[in-house]
Nanobody, 122 residues
Framework: QVQLVESGGGLVQAGGSLRLSCAAS????????MAWFRQAPGKERQFVTA???????SYVDSVKGRFTISRDNAKNTVYLQMNSLKPEDTAVYYC????????????????WGQGTQVTVSS
């Protein structure tokens, strides 16, 4: 049984930082594509970043240079370091996984966490 459990969300002022964690069980993060999506109220779920089993990463343009995805294979955990946060980053952040190459389409991801709220105040 696959489980993805996010943590690390919270309230932060603009310009601040947060680190989200996604602890996985039932699948090895080292061999799957692991991704972060986010969903703001009234908006569609948006791709943020992904890390492939090769270690290659991809980011949506709006977070490039501010967010970093990484993983710890020993802990079977994926992280999202978010720096220079902006109010428009406010959303529920979801961890997701799929086999094969990364995709920006939420429908292609098989496993999802429950989400963690990130709120950035101005």
């Amino acid at each position: 049984q696959v489980q993805l459990v996010e943590s690390g969300g919270g309230l932060v002022q603009a310009g601040g930082s947060l680190r989200l964690s996604c602890a996985a069980s039932g699948l090895p993060v080292s061999t799957y594509t692991m991704a972060w999506f986010r969903q703001a109220p009234g908006k569609e779920r948006q791709f943020v970043t992904a890390i492939r089993w090769t270690g290659s990463t991809s980011y949506v343009d709006s977070v490039k240079g501010r967010f970093t995805i990484s993983r710890d294979n020993a802990k079977n955990t994926v992280y999202l370091q978010m720096n220079s946060l902006k109010p428009e980053d406010t959303a529920v952040y979801y961890c997701a996984s799929k086999s094969g190459v990364p995709s920006g389409l939420a429908a292609e991801y098989l496993y999802w966490g429950q989400g963690t709220q990130v709120t950035v105040s101005s």
